[in-house]
Every structure is written in C-alpha cells, then in structure tokens.
C-alpha cells in the first residue's frame, strides 16, 4: 500500500504541465531575444489539454516529498516501536498501523483531489505506522521460532518488501487502465490489506502459549526451545561496545547503503522511466 504511489502518481499527474530543464532549453533556443525570463504558467484546462490523463497539477518536487513522506514518519516511530511491541505485543500494534494503512489508502483519491497538503499529511501518518512493521514482526519472530528457525523466518517475511515492490508495480500500471482509472490501484490496495488483515485478527497471537489454534505438544515444544528476555527487568545495552564493533558498523553501512539504493529505485525509478526515456 505504500509502494503503489511510485507507479500510480504516473496516472495521477499531469507532468506535461511542468516543463523540464531539457525542455526548457529547447523552449528558448526557438524564441525571440527577450530581456528577461518570463515563467511558463499552464492553467489546469491547458494541462490536461496538453498531457497525459492525469488531472493533479503537482510539480517534481510536490511529487518527490510526496514519495518521501511516509519515511518522514517512520523516523518518529521507529525509535521506540521495538520496545513497545515486546512490552505491549505486536498483534494489536500490526492490527492499528494495518489499519492506518489501509485508511489512508482508501481515502488518497479523496485527500489527493481535496489539497496535497492534505494528502502529504496523510502520507506522513501512514510513515508513522511503518515504522512498526520491521519491529513487530522481528518480535514475533522472537516469540515463535527457535534459534535454528529465525533466519529462516526473518528472510520469509522480509522478502515479501522485494516481492510486494515488484508485483505492486505491474498491478498498479494495469489497474491505471482501467475505469475509473488511477484511483482503483488504492481502493483494490486498500481491500486487500482488509482481506490480508481479516485472518492476522483471526489466527495471530503474541505468543504461542495464548494460541487456541495448535496443539499442546506443540506449545510445550516452543516453551521449551524459546528462551524469552524478561519484558518487567531493565535491559542493559552496551552502546559503547556496539559503537566500537567494526562488524556493527559494517553492517550498519550496508545495511544504510542498501537501503538507500532500494528506496531510491522503488521511489523514483518509474518516474525517471516516463520522464526521461519516453
């Protein structure tokens, strides 16, 4: 639901209304001298004369702090969404930024139309949930698979971010073809975090030993391989041994520069696609 902005914005905008600097370029060499540089000003009738379906007047920049917002509210969130998923478990929480997802889904073509800056807001709101997902799920991983397991489920539900980046894309580009065009990618965005959150109410549990769905033996054998971290004791961190650790600082750096490549391709890649190579 995050990633389908990347390709639906392709629909949403008018981006013929907004010259590039290559365009521009061209633009001047075919005039007249003039004393000065007048700006190019398009009212939104010639817009949507002049370009693509698109119907929102929003410029490269209004489309870039659109595409960053939501990591705007993941950086509020992310910094202590860890500790309240071990203190307060993570169904509740994954039911609640779910939930702020699919709201702000549901309801983009109503805010985008009504103002960006209601939109941009709505964005950042739904940053402030996404900094709960890696956390949650790494805490329920902690509480439901033993040490020889968790790498296993860790790469299982990370993968679903390259798979969800993927298919979101092709999915969205189809559904800006059909009727009524760009906002069908967030109502069907929208009713498949609904259809995807049904079963997580249903089934999921914080723990193995509060779960009605599998057998006793079953329980007994979690019980028995997971050693939990007392949630009431105060944890001691090391932070002068993790600031010294080279491989932490290693991996920091990849993981950052990994990171950074992902968000950049997801984000913006299908806009340079229409832009540039079109």
Request: aromatic content about 12%; glycine content about 6%.
């Amino acid at each position: 639901m995050r990633l389908n902005l990347s390709m639906a914005i392709l629909c949403m905008v008018n981006s013929t209304a907004f010259l590039s600097d290559s365009a521009e370029a061209n633009e001047t060499a075919k005039v007249a001298h003039q004393p000065r540089c007048e700006a190019v000003i398009m009212d939104e009738q010639s817009a949507m004369q002049a370009g693509y379906t698109g119907d929102l007047l929003w410029s490269p920049p209004m489309q870039s702090l659109l595409l960053s917002a939501t990591f705007y509210g993941a950086l509020v969130t992310i910094t202590f969404a860890g500790l309240l998923a071990d203190r307060y478990g993570p169904k509740r929480i994954v039911v609640a930024f779910t939930l702020d997802y699919i709201i702000v889904t549901l309801l983009t073509p109503l805010l985008a139309r009504h103002s960006f800056e209601a939109y941009l807001v709505s964005r950042i709101i739904m940053g402030l949930g996404e900094g709960f997902v890696f956390s949650c799920f790494a805490s329920v991983i902690g509480k439901w698979y033993t040490i020889t397991e968790k790498s296993t489920a860790g790469a299982m539900y990370t993968s679903g971010n390259q798979l969800a980046a993927g298919f979101s894309s092709l999915i969205a580009s189809y559904l800006c073809t059909l009727s009524p065009g760009w906002p069908l990618v967030f109502y069907v965005f929208g009713a498949a975090g609904c259809l995807w959150l049904i079963p997580w109410i249903i089934f999921a549990t914080n723990s193995p030993s509060t779960n009605r769905f599998i057998s006793e033996e079953e329980k007994k054998y979690l019980a028995d391989n997971i050693h939990h971290m007392q949630s009431s004791g105060k944890l001691s961190v090391p932070w002068k041994k993790m600031l010294a650790s080279k491989p932490l600082i290693a991996t920091v750096l990849c993981q950052f520069n990994y990171n950074l490549q992902q968000s950049l391709l997801h984000a913006f890649l299908p806009t340079f696609f229409k832009e540039e190579l079109m």
